[in-house]
């Protein structure tokens, strides 16, 4: 008895057991906001935002009901629709890898949504459904129009970025809308699920006059589990909003190569958000070439930053508004960038790997669509996963599939491909394919255009058709070998992709989308073909049914009125012939 | 005390809902885009909320890659006041716009995985402003260059909108060549309609911006939104105002209305019925003690179990397992009656021809 009441007071006083994460220990969430302004090759300059709320609850378990910072439309979507991870990215424009450079986050122009459910969800395809129309009425966006004619399952590319315990490839969905247009009604709902909204932090600069005037505009959000902690035993959710702009060299800086935050936003920063436990600036101040101090900030920054993104070793000036001395002297927080030196427009660096596509051939009937992808490492060969969708009224003959490379023939290690089904499945095309150093690999397929229904036309389709960017991912060798990072120390930039080995980083390209013009008819002709055969009825019948029915009879002449009465009696008084 | 019981009573309704559409496509149909974001510009200024405007733009000319100023549209020439603002939220965009969704909208019948934002979820207390401007005729109005909705279709509309109680009072208000011939048809009760010109005439548009390259704004939703302007939420402007607002000598088609559906009479019709959103606020002095204890809420969350063996995030690009993958198995389907049908015809072709003696080493 005795022995036993000490043994269970012994337990009840060691705490709860690692079983346990503590019931009553309050779930804690937080915000880190962040901005990283690099200048490009070209002069223009590109301002990338994330916001990163990370809440240290499982969202799939138990009722949750007290929202804070992470919001409540996206909490909720997660949790009934069984939401693993999430990616929704709106883009206009395109980001020129060949000129600017590999991007830390790309998107395809349009409206990109891919997303993998939990193995729990019985009906995926109807969760999907339900989920694109939800987020169509959050996001202001068109994405109801995502139906099975433009989702796709990639087999082998878009595995996920969060945690995962096995990747069955029936539980994602991919979908691009590449007509998609993004303007200020999608801003707006997406600043509403900031904490802070736009009245603090760095959200203050997110105005739509300025943002939407810039050659490259793409916001995205993702949802997605990660490690709460370094032994990685609970679960945490993060949401992240980004925003990348590139501004346009002659149009917003009036032909200057010098930038200011309030040059580029027509606003400075003023104060933090007070939610956020972290808010910084990074301002990308590598050497470009051999000599260093290029490249010029004021105010003077907080601190240095040296970090290893995307293989190489890169230098950032950083200022950390959370910090008392940065608002001690001015106010506003205005970072400028000035070029000490002229730059030599004959250096630009060119990116390891990038890639072009483009429509060959010339009608209506049929086309060719060539993908070129150029591996630029001097001696390093790497492989490359390229998905292609097409949508199903461009007829893909896969017997004129021929990858070349150097001259001669370049067959895939991996290859899958669905075919379409009239106006219920799109082409799908996935290939791995090994790019040796310093090449340029072709891949062209040749295509017939099918002919709509009428009633399937869009109102403007003389414009064109659509075709989505294709993928590519691939593992391009880093320059400098990576080492394992703590992912809350290091700046949210880095710490998208988790790496697994140091030697190469992961990357994710996209190319152009292609726009195609389908025969199109004549819409006027049904009012035409009308109205002519009603005239042709109308005169031919007219005329038979009066001949039938039209009787004839005979008409007495009229005498004539009075004026010619009288006429005829003066003229027989004269002895002239009467009228 | 009479009179403050009277005036409560007055009106009737207990929210406000406007749908707002703009039916045309193409970068010269500018202005329809800008007739439409004004008047949404100003119902909000006068209270009513997003959640409770329906807005459809059929074209996006703020982000048209013609726009000189990306982000803005402008109503007034030399570019005075963008109506797109830094807050809007469009319902239907683009090739949502279609007589089909329009008349969805109004008479309720949306699929069930509709989002809320683009639904009217109106009620018997509900003052309603609809307002439409596009290209039209007499008896028609033009959505997006390939389809038309007649005035016919649209009296039935509100009629059937009438029978299931969706509405308190309607007010119509058209700006579109001929617009009278869209409200000629009407038939249920409690509905003012309003148009900016008569059968036969055309509506003309205001000024051309050389800056822009196009017309900003049409003639008679100019002078209307130059009307609303002045109005506030405790205005007590009537409609009769709003019938005087664009004589011939401004707008050069002649402006229309009709009002003897309408239960009250026009000077009794305050604006701000249909375009503000004025609620009858009562205020009572009684109090509610709030005694859960909200902070044990939080401390409320189930426990976690956590798990036994670290978690690992998947890698990116597994080379050795995409290319050792193996293909999905398609599933089996028994043949279809095609096969079947053929193998048949093939069978007895056979046995006719070289006769029925050969089965017996076929089996």
Redesign the interface.
């Known amino acids: 008895g005795m022995a036993a009441e000490l043994l269970l007071l012994l337990l009840v006083a060691a705490g709860p057991g690692p079983g346990w994460a503590g019931a009553g220990r309050e779930r804690r969430d937080a915000l880190r906001e962040e901005l990283l302004l690099s200048p490009l090759p070209t002069g223009d300059v590109a301002a990338t935002f994330q916001f990163r709320t990370r809440w240290d609850a499982d969202l799939q378990r138990g009722a949750v009901s007290h929202y804070r910072l992470f919001p409540k439309a996206l909490g909720r979507l997660v949790a009934a629709l069984g939401v693993r991870e999430l990616h929704l990215a709106l883009t206009q424009g395109f980001w020129r890898t060949r000129y600017w450079g590999q991007p830390p986050l790309q998107a395809p122009a349009g409206a990109e949504l891919w997303v993998w459910f939990q193995p729990t969800v019985t009906d995926v395809d109807k969760s999907w459904k339900e989920l694109s129309n939800i987020l169509s009425g959050i996001f202001c966006a068109s994405l109801n129009f995502i139906d099975s004619t433009n989702t796709v399952i990639p087999t082998a590319s878009f595995k996920p970025l969060g945690l995962a315990n096995g990747t069955d490839h029936n539980l994602l969905r991919y979908a691009v809308l590449p007509r998609e247009v993004v303007c200020t009604e999608n801003l707006t709902p997406w600043k509403k699920l900031l904490p802070c909204g736009s009245k603090a932090g760095l959200a203050v600069l997110l105005k739509a006059e300025r943002l939407f005037h810039s050659s490259y505009h793409s916001q995205a959000v993702h949802i997605r589990p990660i490690c709460r902690d370094a032994s990685c035993l609970a679960v945490s959710w993060e949401l992240r909003q980004t925003l990348t702009v590139v501004f346009d060299f002659f149009s917003s800086g009036q032909g200057k190569k010098d930038w200011s935050l309030f040059k580029m936003f027509s606003r400075t920063l003023t104060d933090t958000c007070p939610l956020a436990s972290q808010s910084k600036v990074y301002v990308d101040i590598s050497p470009k070439n051999k000599e260093k101090e290029l490249l010029e900030v004021s105010p003077t920054p907080t601190s240095v930053h040296e970090a290893i993104v995307q293989g190489e070793k890169k230098t950032y000036a950083v200022y950390d508004l959370l910090s008392p001395s940065l608002f001690n002297t001015s106010r506003s927080l205005n970072v400028q960038l000035k070029w000490t030196r002229p730059q030599d427009s004959s250096e630009m660096p060119i990116p390891t790997l990038h890639a072009q596509r483009y429509v060959g051939g010339y009608g209506l009937q049929t086309g060719e669509i060539c993908t070129l992808i150029y591996n630029t490492h001097p001696y390093r060969a790497f492989p490359v996963i390229l998905l292609e969708t097409v949508p199903w009224y461009l007829r893909l003959y896969v017997h004129t599939l021929t990858i070349i490379t150097k001259g001669k023939e370049n067959k895939p290690s991996y290859i899958h491909y669905q075919p379409a089904q009239d106006r219920r499945r799109p082409h799908l095309l996935e290939m791995l394919i090994q790019l040796p150093a310093n090449s340029v690999t072709k891949i062209t397929i040749q295509f017939e255009r099918a002919l709509l229904k009428w009633t399937e036309y869009p109102p403007d389709p003389n414009h064109g058709f659509y075709v989505g960017s294709s993928v590519l991912s691939a593992l391009v060798p880093s320059v400098t070998a990576m080492k394992d990072m703590d992912v809350e120390q290091s700046p949210l930039f880095a710490s998208l992709f988790p790496s697994s080995d140091g030697s190469s980083y992961f990357v994710r390209l996209y190319t152009e989308p292609l726009l195609v013009n389908l025969p199109t008819p004549d819409f006027s002709m049904p009012y035409n073909v009308i109205c002519l055969t009603c005239t042709v009825v109308a005169v031919c019948y007219g005329s038979f049914y009066n001949l039938l029915t039209r009787t004839f009879h005979v008409e007495e002449p009229s005498r004539g009125g009075l004026a010619k009465r009288l006429a005829n009696v003066i003229r027989k008084f004269r002895g002239v012939p009467p009228l | 005390f009479q009179d403050q019981a009277e005036q409560f009573f007055r009106s009737g309704h207990t929210n406000n809902w406007a749908v707002l559409v703009c039916t045309s ?2 970068w010269f149909n500018y202005r329809h885009v800008a007739n439409t974001l004004s008047v949404y510009r100003s119902v909000k200024r006068l209270g009513i909320p997003d959640s409770h405007i329906v807005l459809m733009l059929a074209d ?1 000319m ?2 048209n890659p013609r726009n000189p ?4 549209v402008f109503s007034h020439k030399n570019m005075e006041l963008n109506v ?8 239907y ?4 716009v279609t007589v089909e969704n329009f008349l969805r909208v109004l008479t309720g019948r949306i699929p069930p ?6 639904r009217l979820l109106s009620d018997d207390r509900s003052n309603i402003l609809i307002y439409m401007t596009g290209h039209g005729g007499n008896g028609f109005l033009k959505f ?3 389809e038309e909705i007649t005035n016919v279709e649209l009296a039935d509309a509100f009629e059937q909108m009438w029978q299931k109680r969706r509405y308190n009072e309607l007010l119509f208000i058209i700006d579109t060549c001929q617009g009278a011939s869209m409200y000629e048809r009407f038939y249920s009760p409690n509905i003012m309609a309003l148009a900016s010109s008569q059968i036969g005439e055309d509506s003309l548009s205001h000024q051309p911006d050389l800056g822009i390259g196009v017309h900003l704004m049409d003639r008679y939703t100019f002078y209307v939104l130059e009307f609303l302007e002045e109005i506030h939420p405790a205005s007590q402007t009537n409609m009769n105002d709003l019938f005087q607002v664009c004589p011939k000598s401004l707008c050069v088609s002649t402006p229309g209305h009709r009002t003897d559906l309408f239960q009250r009479a026009p000077q009794h019709v305050l604006i701000t019925d249909f375009f503000g959103s004025v609620r009858k606020v009562e205020i009572t002095k009684e109090t509610l003690p709030l005694d859960r204890d909200v902070a044990g ?3 409320r ?7 036994t063996e ?10 050795a397992q ?2 050792h ?1 193996k ?2 198995q398609k599933d089996w389907h028994p043949p279809g009656g095609f096969i079947l049908g053929l193998w048949a015809l093939i069978i007895m072709v056979f046995f006719k021809t070289y006769g029925i003696k050969h089965m017996k080493h076929v089996f």
């Open positions: 496509r193409f996006d703020a982000c100023k990306p982000a803005t797109y603002g830094d807050d809007v939220e469009v319902d965009r683009s090739y949502e995985s509709t989002p809320r934002s683009k997006q260059d390939s809420l939080e401390s969350f189930p426990e976690e179990e956590l798990a670290p978690l690992k995030y998947a890698e990116q690009l597994p080379v995409i290319i993958q293909p999905k």
